[in-house]
């Protein structure tokens, strides 16, 4: 039987969390709220707060988004825990995946229930135009689904052959 990629991919997950909260700590210690730090001529760094989801999906509501979005990462994390016991390690692009999405929503699940919101610091912008601000864990889930995506592209025409 193969060697699941379950070890590997909860390690690589846990790393990404670790790299997710020790940048936010700094980002909460060193940056000011809202006020940009000119790091290159397109990245700042900028202390944000978001209550919400992607984009600030919900973040208007008065608090029951919150927990709302706990249960949502909650219940992902908990498939994709699934899903990685399932996958040979043999997989590794697709278990690569999985535990950036894991280490990712796992990041900011752990904003929302210490803080109550997701702290995001990393804001792109070029010609007066913003990205949303984002961090570490918003890559690592980013990165992820591009990984998925790529491996899925790949069984894809290996199966049309």
């Not at 900028?46 to 989801?53: E, K, T, V």
């Not at 949303?132 to 690592?140: E, H, K, L, Q, R």
Request: aromatic residues 12%; proline residues 4%.
């Amino acid at each position: 039987m193969a060697t699941s990629a379950f070890k590997p991919g909860v390690l690589i997950a846990a790393a990404l969390v670790a790299l997710d909260q020790m940048t936010k700590w700094l980002a909460l210690t060193l940056l000011r709220p809202y006020e940009p730090v000119e790091v290159l001529p397109f990245l700042n760094l900028r202390l944000a707060f978001n209550p919400g989801a992607a984009f600030s999906f919900l973040a208007d509501g008065d608090g029951w988004q919150r927990w709302f979005f706990v249960a949502v990462a909650l219940a992902i994390s908990a498939y994709l825990l699934v899903w990685l016991r399932g996958l040979p390690r043999s997989d590794w692009l697709q278990a690569l995946g999985v535990a950036g999405v894991l280490g990712g929503a796992v990041g900011n699940l752990v904003d929302r229930l210490m803080l109550g919101v997701v702290v995001d610091f990393i804001d792109l912008h070029l010609a007066g135009w913003h990205w949303p601000t984002f961090n570490v864990a918003d890559s690592a889930i980013t990165v992820g689904v591009v990984l998925l995506l790529i491996g899925l592209f790949r069984e894809s025409r290996t199966c049309r052959k």
